[in-house]
């Protein structure tokens, strides 16, 4: 087998294990991010948050690397804004909680998009 | 080279483990945490590993933790370590490198940049092998003569390496640190350098042993002398120290070249011989790093470097007038 095919049909099993994992993670994901928008408690509202970045910290780290770049710079934005609330005071205004939110919609929905239709 | 792999997600493992397949001249064992790392690691004692892969963030005990562990342990001290992570902030690239990483690759990463990477710290392997065999050879008391050999001696130029010295780094990692610093903001960065006079008279009057000893007495001053900062230093060779700071901090050169001669003259420095070593330094200009490219960033740190050698001239220089002079009563 060539390095080249080697290399494609090593890469597909993997993106199917991704793709297998990613329906569990997006469940993941979605839960905390609903517990977070339902909590008034900060410190709630921040375990929460931890979760979930964890999970997306690992889907930004290797969706690029398998041909899913759109969904790990998805993951990567709602990282970073969860990171900025996570060091910032322990009432963040509502802009950038509304902003994560509407960051963790565009990935449930793409990682929904990508387990429905994995071609 | 045989390769540990540590990551939490399993397919960054998977991956790891499969690009290393493709490339086909290493070998990799992979862990899933800290802990089963460090278990590994003390299982292999006998077969030890010659690079390890980390991840920074992992629960309990993150790649940082990890790496700091890792150096503690005599027989890895100089062993590569690669992180490999996600987080691409600079706070974590100062820590990855502050811990004793070697080099950094942002995930998600290629397989063609992954390999060559691995090249890169293969041939920097082999390089290190062959400097530590001049060492070797030239403290062996069956090889007296090694250290006139000019083949296995030390040379004047290389870039040791130096153990144990807070916040030193080996002069490739800085390297690579500085590549990563280039990629963001470098606003409030600055750079540095001191050179040790009369280098080359020490080099020429000592074993390598010896002229090893003496760099790291003088590391350890120098990154005592700046403990109060942030900073990264690195030990070039030639006798000449880089150091990298940030944080706004703009340090008076002056002063500071005064504090670590004084530091200097109050460590009692000895050759094998007992005789006692009047070693100084010269410090050059501070060379600001904001808004530089890689490229630039690297011309920053070379004039950084030619400017404490030229101070170090000078100073010999300024010495010599000094006798040539005719003194009037």
Not at chain 2, 109 to 114: A, K, R, V
Not at chain 2, 167 to 175: F, G, H
Not at chain 2, 256 to 278: H, I, K, P
């Amino acid at each position: 087998m060539s390095m080249v095919s080697q290399e494609l049909s090593g890469l597909d099993r993997i993106r199917t294990r991704f793709l297998h994992l990613l329906k569990e993670r997006q469940a993941n994901v979605a839960q905390h991010a609903m517990l977070a928008w339902e909590s008034d408690d900060a410190a709630t509202k921040r375990s929460n948050f931890q979760e979930a970045q964890m999970t997306l910290h690992q889907i930004a780290g290797t969706a690029g690397s398998l041909g899913f770049g759109d969904l790990g710079q998805t993951a990567r934005e709602c990282e970073d804004l969860i990171i900025t609330y996570l060091d910032g005071p322990a009432f963040a205004d509502n802009v950038l909680l509304n902003e994560i939110f509407t960051n963790l919609d565009a990935f449930v929905s793409k990682s929904q998009n990508l387990i429905s239709h994995p071609s | 080279m045989k390769i540990l792999a540590v990551d939490d997600d399993p397919i960054i493992l998977e991956l790891l483990s499969h690009f290393v397949e493709v490339a086909g001249c290493h070998q990799l064992v992979t862990a899933t945490s800290g802990r089963h790392a460090l278990d590994l690691v003390y299982a292999n004692e006998g077969a030890a590993f010659d690079c390890f892969l980390f991840d920074i963030q992992m629960p309990e005990m993150d790649g940082i933790e990890l790496t700091q562990k890792i150096r503690g342990m005599k027989q890895f001290k100089d062993t590569p370590v690669l992180m490999l992570t996600a987080m691409s902030e600079k706070r974590y690239i100062d820590a990855a490198f502050s811990s004793g990483a070697t080099d950094y690759v942002t995930k998600p990463f290629e397989i063609t940049e992954l390999t060559a990477r691995l090249q890169l710290i293969d041939d920097l392997i082999t390089t290190r092998r062959i400097k530590t065999d001049k060492i070797f050879a030239a403290q062996s008391p069956i090889a007296p003569y090694a250290s006139s050999d000019s083949r296995s001696a030390i040379q004047l130029h290389d870039p040791i390496s130096i153990y144990d010295v807070d916040n030193l780094v080996e002069y490739p990692a800085m390297e690579n640190y500085i590549r990563q610093l280039a990629r963001g903001s470098l606003f409030g960065s600055a750079t540095f350098a001191f050179a040790v006079r009369k280098i080359e008279e020490h080099h020429a009057a000592m074993s390598s042993a010896e002229f090893s000893f003496l760099i790291s007495d003088v590391a350890e001053v120098i990154s005592d002398s700046l403990a109060s900062h942030q900073f990264l230093m690195s030990y070039a060779g030639s006798g000449i120290f880089i150091c990298v700071t940030e944080s706004g901090w703009r340090p008076d050169m002056g002063a500071l070249m005064d504090a670590v001669n004084l530091s200097l003259s109050r460590t009692e420095l000895y050759d094998n011989s007992g005789q006692q070593l009047f070693v100084r330094v010269s410090a050059g200009e501070v060379v600001r790093l904001i808004w530089k490219c890689e490229n630039s960033v690297m011309e920053a740190i070379s004039a950084a470097y030619l400017s404490a050698d030229e101070a170090s001239a000078a100073h010999e220089r300024s010495m010599n007038d000094l006798w040539l002079v005719p003194q009037r009563a």
